[in-house]
C-alpha cells in the first residue's frame, strides 16, 4: 500500500521549498512562478512569486493562469481511455476506422496505442510550424486533415522508435471527436474537467478570461530583455497543446490519477497510461508511456507531463508511491520548469532518508550570505542540512549538521575540501533571531535580508 509523507516531515519540506522557489524566481530572473503540491490526500502548498505582467507591475498570484501546452496529451489520453472503458474505443483501433478522411493513407493505419505512445512514426509538426513562432495561425481541422494526409507525415514506421509527434495527437482530438460527436474541447470540458468540479482548467485559450492569464515572455538567449508574446487559440491541435490551468487545480487533477480514485479512470487503465513502453532516447534516461512522461527522480520512477507554449514552460511529476504530486508553471519560454518540480521530491527523499532527529532545530534554519555567496540551514526529516539554494538540485552535496552544545552545529559529512568535524557557531540576539554565524571556513555571514558588502568591497 502506498505510504503517503508523513504530516510533520511534509510540513518541514514544504515551507524550505516554498522559500526554494522565491529565491529561484529573483535569482534566476524568471518573471514568474507559480507552483502546487499535492500531499497527504489535499493540496498542501499553493504558491506564487514574481510577475503576471512585467511591463504592469501585476504581481503574480495563485489564481493567474497559464498555457500548460503538452499537458494536454494527458487530457487527450485519459479521454481515449475512458472510452475504451466504456467500449466505444479499442487502443488496436486504426485512426481512419473513425476519421475516414484518412482512408488509404500511411497514418490511417496507425493504432491509437502507437499514437498515444508516441511510437506511429508521426511528423512532429509538419514541413512548415511557424505557428510555434506565431508567425501563422494554429492549423485548423482542413488543414490538419491535409497534414495527415500528405506522404510526408508518415516520417518512420510505426513501433520503430519513440517519435514524439503533436500532429498525431491532433489526430488523436479527431478521433475524440467522431467517436462522441461533440468537438473535442466540448467533450474532455465535459468527461475530465467538470467532473473533477475545476473552475480554472480549461483546453483553450478563454477570450472571457484575458485578463487572467499570465503575460508570457521571450528568452535571454538571443536579446537582453524579455519581449512579451500573445496568447493565441491553438484551433486543431488543442489535443496536443491547447490546455490552461493554475498549479492548483492541476495538482488536483494529477490526484485523480493516484491508485483507488476512480473518478476519471479504473486503476487498470491508469496502470496503462502509466507504463512505460518507450526509451525516450537510445539511452537509458526518461520514458513514455500512453499520454504520460515516466521519469526517474531521487531513484523513484515518477510520471507526469510537461508543457512548452510560447512565453510558458510548465512542469508536472507524480511520485504515486508517496501520493505527492507537483505541478510548476512559468510564464518565461526559458523557465527551468523541470528542475523546480523535480526539487521537491527530493526534498522529501533527503528528508525520509534518515530518522528523524530528535530537539528543537528550526531556530537554527535561515537564509545567510557573505561575498562568497548564499546558502540555507534547513530542517528536513528532522535534521540539519545546509542547502545550495542556487543549483538546479537544492540537495546536491546536502551537508549535515549535528548540534553541538547550545550555539553550534558541527558538520557530519561531505568532501574533505570542506568543513568536515567542524563548527557552524551562531551568535544569537536578545530576541533569540540569527544575528550571524561562522561557518566551517570560519568566514562570518549574516541573515540574508540583513547582509550587505564589506566595506573593503567597493563599486567602481
Known amino acids: 500500500m502506498p505510504k503517503s509523507v508523513d504530516d510533520q516531515t511534509l510540513s518541514e519540506v514544504l515551507a524550505y521549498y516554498d522559500s526554494w522557489l522565491a529565491f529561484n524566481q529573483r535569482y534566476r530572473r524568471i518573471p514568474g512562478i507559480q507552483a502546487a503540491v499535492y500531499a497527504g490526500d489535499r493540496v498542501a502548498l499553493s504558491t506564487a512569486y514574481g510577475l503576471a505582467d512585467v511591463e504592469s507591475g501585476v504581481a503574480l498570484s495563485t489564481e493567474h493562469l497559464f498555457r500548460i501546452a503538452s499537458h494536454s496529451k494527458t487530457f487527450t489520453a485519459t479521454a481515449v481511455l475512458q472510452l475504451v472503458e466504456q467500449g466505444k474505443l479499442r487502443l488496436d483501433d486504426k485512426a481512419s476506422a473513425h476519421v475516414t478522411e484518412i482512408v488509404g493513407t500511411p497514418l490511417g493505419d496507425r493504432t491509437l496505442r502507437d499514437l498515444l505512445s508516441h511510437a506511429a512514426g508521426v511528423t512532429r509538426d509538419s514541413l512548415e510550424a511557424d505557428f510555434w513562432q506565431l508567425a501563422a495561425p494554429f492549423p485548423d481541422r482542413e488543414h490538419l486533415l491535409d497534414v495527415l494526409r500528405a506522404d510526408?507525415?508518415?516520417v518512420i514506421e510505426d513501433n520503430d522508435r519513440f517519435k514524439y509527434s503533436n500532429i498525431g495527437y491532433g489526430l488523436l482530438g479527431l478521433v475524440i471527436e467522431a467517436v462522441t460527436g461533440t468537438p473535442y474541447n466540448e467533450h474532455v470540458q465535459t468527461a475530465i474537467v467538470a467532473k473533477l468540479g475545476l473552475g480554472d482548467l480549461g483546453p483553450e485559450l478563454d477570450p472571457s478570461r484575458s485578463t487572467q492569464y499570465a503575460v508570457g515572455y521571450s528568452a535571454y538567449a538571443y536579446a537582453d530583455r524579455r519581449v512579451p508574446i500573445e496568447h493565441v487559440d491553438t484551433r486543431a491541435l488543442a489535443s496536443a497543446t491547447g490546455f490552461y490551468g493554475t498549479a492548483h487545480d492541476l495538482v488536483t487533477y494529477w490526484s485523480a490519477h493516484l491508485p483507488g480514485d476512480e473518478r476519471l479512470l479504473t486503476d487498470g487503465s491508469k496502470r496503462q497510461m502509466q507504463h512505460p513502453l518507450w526509451k525516450t532516447a537510445e539511452e537509458d534516461g526518461p520514458r513514455y508511456g500512453l499520454g504520460l512522461?515516466?521519469?526517474?527522480?531521487?531513484?523513484?520512477?515518477?510520471?507526469?507531463?510537461?508543457?512548452?507554449?510560447?512565453?510558458?514552460?510548465?512542469r508536472s511529476m507524480v511520485d504515486p508511491g508517496r501520493r505527492v504530486a507537483v505541478s510548476v508553471l512559468t510564464n518565461a519560454i526559458d523557465g527551468p520548469a523541470t528542475e523546480l518540480a523535480e526539487g521537491v521530491l527530493k526534498l522529501i527523499d533527503l528528508a525520509e532518508s534518515k530518522d528523524r532527529g530528535e530537539g528543537e532545530l528550526s531556530r537554527f534554519t535561515g537564509r545567510f550570505a557573505n561575498l562568497w555567496g548564499v546558502y540555507d540551514i534547513a530542517l528536513l526529516g528532522g535534521r540539519l542540512y545546509v542547502l545550495d539554494p542556487t543549483g538546479g538540485d537544492p540537495t546536491a552535496e546536502a551537508i549535515t549538521l549535528e548540534p553541538d552544545g547550545d550555539t553550534a552545529l558541527r558538520v557530519t559529512n561531505g568532501s574533505g575540501y570542506g568543513g568536515y568535524g567542524e563548527q557552524y557557531r551562531f551568535t544569537f540576539g536578545a530576541d533569540g533571531q540569527i544575528e550571524s554565524v561562522r561557518v566551517a571556513n570560519g568566514l562570518i555571514s549574516h541573515p540574508i535580508e540583513h547582509f550587505s558588502l564589506p566595506d573593503q568591497v567597493t563599486v567602481r
Open 152 to 154: 510526408t507525415s508518415a
Open 293 to 314: 512522461m515516466v521519469n526517474e527522480v531521487a531513484k523513484r520512477d515518477v510520471f507526469g507531463h510537461g508543457g512548452g507554449y510560447p512565453g510558458h514552460i510548465t
